[in-house]
Each structure stands twice: as structure tokens, then as C-alpha cells.
């Protein structure tokens, strides 16, 4: 079925430094999403994309995030800094349309140390 | 306060078994209830959906039970598989609300051949 792909699945970084985690959703989709699950916990959503425009954020979405998809490359969260309480698992999602099927990544796991 | 709400938290079934697993919701707006299939290492894919419209939706060994009234729903899986140990996510989202999903926090599901 279709893909979503994250890169890398694993990423560590020193807190305060910056980082941008990518996703390569499927190619015909219109939609994107980031969620974030922290261990034990269950995902919760952070933003959605639309046509190179953020349509909802959640509180969960702070300055330090941002969400781009330059060139309709790669779909990109970016936190900058990054703070301890930044560590968990971030999914990326993608839909065709609003209220069709979302396909989610693997995920990255990124540790903040 | 968790919207949605999901247990046992953990449950283990003999293989044949019919397997059962709850969720309940707060937010009465919600109309679209997916539930995720999660194995590890993978991200989340969509089982099964019901819409608010519906009482009981099924695909395959598969069948949502749905409660508008007491606002919860329920998975069954009939003659359970080893293959279908995974972890089940319940989501909730409303028309309008641009795919923003509201998960549970899973059940571990374990078929014991």
C-alpha cells in the first residue's frame, strides 16, 4: 500500500541545537500531519499542512516548531531549540484529501540529551 | 482530561478467541472513529472505521460495535490469529475538524497460540 517514509528513525541531539526531522509522504497526497507520542502515552497531534499553509496547531506546537515543505519535497518539522521535554516519537501523516484515509510513517524517535 | 479513553490496557486471548477491546469518548462532536493496527518497529495503519451514522461496521474478522448514546465503541476480532498480536489504537475526530485525530492511548493485544 502507500508509503509514508521518515528519516532517519533515530536521531540524538544536545539540547538547544536544532533539528529537522523529515518525511517523504505519498506522492498524490494533499495533506500532512505531525504527531508526537511520548513513551506510554498515546499520539497526540501537533499540526496539519495544506497547500504549503499550517491549517491547525495544537498547544502541543510551540515556537520552537516549525512545518515546511519547500519545492513539494520532503515534508519537514523543525525544532529550534530543542529542549529536553522534546524527546519522543514524532509521526508523520498524510492524507489525499480531508476526511479520506491518513497514512502514518515508522516515526522518528528523537532523543534530546 | 483524556478524550478517548481505551482498555484493558494490556489483554491476552488464546488463539480462536474472540478478542475484545473497548473505547470510550468524551467530546460528543466526535462522528469518525478509526482504529489503528500498530506491530513494532512499524507506524500505524487503519483496520477499520465507523461513522456516528452507523451502529456496527465489519470487514472481515473484524467488527466495530458502536454506542452514540453511551459514547463508546468496541473492536471485536473473531478467531484471533498470533499474527494479530499488535497494539490497537482507538482515534476519534469530528467532520470539520481537518483530519485532526484523537488517539487512545492502545491496547497490547497477545494471541497465545
Known amino acids: 500500500g502507500p508509503k509514508v517514509l521518515q528519516i532517519p528513525s533515530h536521531q540524538i541531539i544536545d539540547m538547544g541545537q536544532m533539528v529537522t526531522l523529515n518525511c517523504d509522504p505519498v506522492s498524490n497526497h494533499l495533506y500532512f500531519y505531525w504527531y508526537k507520542q511520548i513513551l506510554g502515552q498515546q499520539m497526540e497531534f501537533l499540526v496539519n499542512?495544506?497547500?504549503?499553509?499550517?491549517?491547525?496547531k495544537s498547544k502541543l506546537f510551540k515556537d520552537q516548531f516549525s512545518v515546511e515543505r519547500p519545492d513539494g519535497s520532503y515534508f519537514t518539522l523543525k525544532i529550534q531549540p530543542t529542549a529536553l521535554e522534546d524527546s519522543a516519537v514524532y509521526f508523520c501523516?498524510?492524507?489525499?484529501?480531508?476526511?479520506?484515509?491518513?497514512?502514518f510513517g515508522k516515526g522518528t524517535r528523537l532523543t534530546v540529551v | 482530561q483524556q478524550q478517548v479513553r481505551q482498555s484493558p490496557q494490556s489483554l491476552t486471548v488464546w488463539e480462536g478467541e474472540t478478542a475484545i477491546l473497548n473505547c470510550s469518548y468524551e467530546n460528543s462532536a466526535f462522528d469518525y472513529f478509526p482504529w489503528y493496527q500498530q506491530f513494532p518497529g512499524e507506524g500505524p495503519a487503519l483496520l477499520i472505521a465507523?461513522?456516528?451514522?452507523?451502529d456496527k461496521k465489519e470487514d472481515g474478522g473484524f467488527t466495530i460495535f458502536f454506542n452514540k448514546r453511551e459514547k463508546n465503541l468496541s473492536l471485536h476480532i473473531k478467531d484471533s490469529q498470533p499474527g494479530d498480536s499488535a497494539t490497537y489504537f482507538c482515534?476519534?475526530?469530528?467532520?470539520?475538524?481537518?483530519?485532526?485525530?484523537?488517539f487512545g492511548k492502545g491496547t497490547q493485544l497477545i494471541i497465545q497460540p
Open positions: 465507523i461513522r456516528s451514522v452507523s
Open positions: 499542512f495544506y497547500n504549503g499553509k499550517v491549517m491547525e
Open positions: 482515534a476519534a475526530a469530528y467532520t470539520g475538524g481537518a483530519d485532526r485525530l484523537t
Open positions: 501523516a498524510s492524507s489525499l484529501g480531508i476526511n479520506t484515509e491518513v497514512f
